[in-house]
């Protein structure tokens, strides 16, 4: 069996965690494919250059999220930052590289609940600049799940590209209603190592709710290891 490990890290770590142990790793456990997933300038660069150097393996997604929305609370930088994303989304093609989504974006109200207003701004632009550049979205969502789907339904109605690749609500670890009213909007559920957690009793029945065609798995590596 092969595996397509829809959302990974790879930022400039060493040893265990250099990108050459990292594939490494996958290779010996059957993943032929990984979506290296951006969020800062740092991880969308550390994604790219993964897909460099295993362009037959890696693909990127690129975006800024939730830690992102205090620096870039100002119109101008936000503006700024979009400018870079369509830059590296029309660049990364010409060094091999396939752009497969915008993220991972979205909402965090455990860790930052203070920036809700300049995380729902972001959140918002950068849902638009996918449908711009028809491209999915990877969204985090941590205690925020009516804001974070008010935003998705906003998005579904405008969305533009294959109703079949509108994104994917990453590490999903809420109830099975947030689930349906995301995969009734079309998107995708994946599941990270949590789902084998021995307390995760509860995610696992979710999980068994995913119709197949909506179902994903990650490592979300280098966190999130399975039990």
Known sequence: MNFFDTHAH?????????????????????VTRIVAVGGSCELNKAAGDAATAYPGMI?????????????????????????????AVSQLPKRGVQVAA?????LDYFYSAETAEQQGALFRAQLELAN??????????????VDTLEALKDHAQTWSGDPERIGVLHC?????????????LGYHISFSGIVT?????????????I???????????????PA
Do not use: W
């Open 59 to 87: 693909r990127v997604a690129l975006g800024f999220d939730r830690d992102e929305a205090e620096a870039l609370g100002k119109p101008s930088d936000l503006c700024d930052a979009l400018d870079r994303l369509r830059l």
């Open 132 to 145: 711009e550049l028809r491209l999915p979205v990877v969204i985090h969502s941590r205690d925020a799940d």
């Open 10 to 30: 790879f930022s400039r770590l060493g040893g265990e965690y250099s990108l050459e142990s990292q594939i490494s790793r996958a290779e010996e456990m059957g």
């Open 197 to 209: 957690f021995l307390n995760a009793d509860p995610l696992r029945e979710v999980a068994r709710t």
């Open 102 to 106: 915008i993220g991972e974006i979205g």
């Open 172 to 184: 999903f670890t809420r109830d099975a209603a947030f689930a349906a009213d995301l995969v009734d």
């Open 211 to 225: 119709p197949a065609d909506r179902l994903l798995i990650e490592t979300d590596s280098p966190y999130l290891a």
